[in-house]
Nanobody, 123 residues
């Protein structure tokens, strides 16, 4: 059974950057699409970004397009989310999740989740 562990969250000022990591253990995720989602207090979890198994396809929420970049290193069994120009509205718990499908399909395909990492952006 794969385990997903997110890291890299923290408290930053608006305009700064953070890089989140999603490290998998137990088995390889090199054949899985991987997504990042976030949930702010009092709000539903929302899609942030996703990447196909080889990295050729990437998808972003409109709210983060141009500021966030998703990438992966299959040799390290890790997926990253580079977050630049952070805004207070990016404050949330960020989760990574895997899909059993290699390519990007429905966001409901992501069905295995990590525990999350808190990102707080101060104004």
């Amino acid at each position: 059974q794969v385990q997903l562990v997110e890291s890299g969250g923290g408290l930053v000022q608006a305009g700064n950057s953070l890089r989140l990591s999603c490290a998998a253990s137990g088995r390889t995720i090199s054949s899985n699409a991987v997504g990042w989602f976030r949930q702010a207090p009092g709000k539903e979890r929302e899609f942030v970004a996703a990447i196909s198994w080889g990295g050729a396809s990437r998808s972003y929420a409109d709210s983060v397009k141009g500021r966030f970049t998703i990438s992966r290193d299959n040799a390290k069994n890790t997926v990253y989310l580079q977050m630049d120009s952070l805004k207070p509205e990016d404050t949330a718990v960020y989760y990574c999740a895997t899909s059993p499908i290699r390519w990007l399909g429905s966001r409901s395909d992501f069905n295995y989740w990590g525990q999350g990492t808190q990102v707080t952006v101060s104004s």
